[in-house]
């Protein structure tokens, strides 16, 4: 079955992983997907990844989620889709949203490459709003 949207597939595939506690999910992988995770983990999301291209047709993206130690609860508290491919969302730089307050991440497909909501304001560029972390 083909997915029609991989990104919504890969958020979902963390969200489910870390509601049966697991400590590693095995995700499709593709350029998109290697870049959101990079954010990922150069944000503090998630504890490491691994890229493993000879696997499969397209190869899998292994990721070591980040549990908090003393309560054992995910560090990704929410994970959502912003901009879906029924309806694309796009913003100037200076219209980006801020995630509870600065605290979370909005994650940017931008002319430069994907980079974080900070970082496209910083930049002075606009782009689609892909999704948000918290």
């Not at 597939?9 to 095995?26: E, F, K, M, S």
């Not at 999301?45 to 908090?68: H, M, S, T, W």
């Not at 130690?69 to 219209?95: F, H, M, W």
Request: with cysteine.
């Amino acid at each position: 079955m083909a997915v029609t949207d991989p990104i919504a597939d890969y958020l979902t595939r963390i969200r489910n992983a870390q509601i049966a506690r697991h400590r590693v999910v095995d995700i499709p992988s593709s350029k998109l997907k290697k870049s959101i995770t990079e954010i990922l983990y150069d944000q503090g999301f998630i504890l490491k990844y691994k890229f493993e291209d000879e696997v499969g047709p397209q190869g899998i993206i292994k990721i070591a989620l980040k549990y908090d130690p003393t309560t054992n609860k995910p560090v990704i508290e929410k994970l959502g889709r912003i901009s879906k491919p029924g309806l694309r969302k796009y913003a100037k730089s200076d219209q980006i949203p801020r995630i509870i307050n600065g605290l979370g991440v909005c994650i940017v497909s931008t002319s430069k490459g994907l980079m974080t909501g900070k970082q496209a304001q910083r930049e002075n560029v606009g782009g689609e709003l892909l999704c948000f972390v918290q």
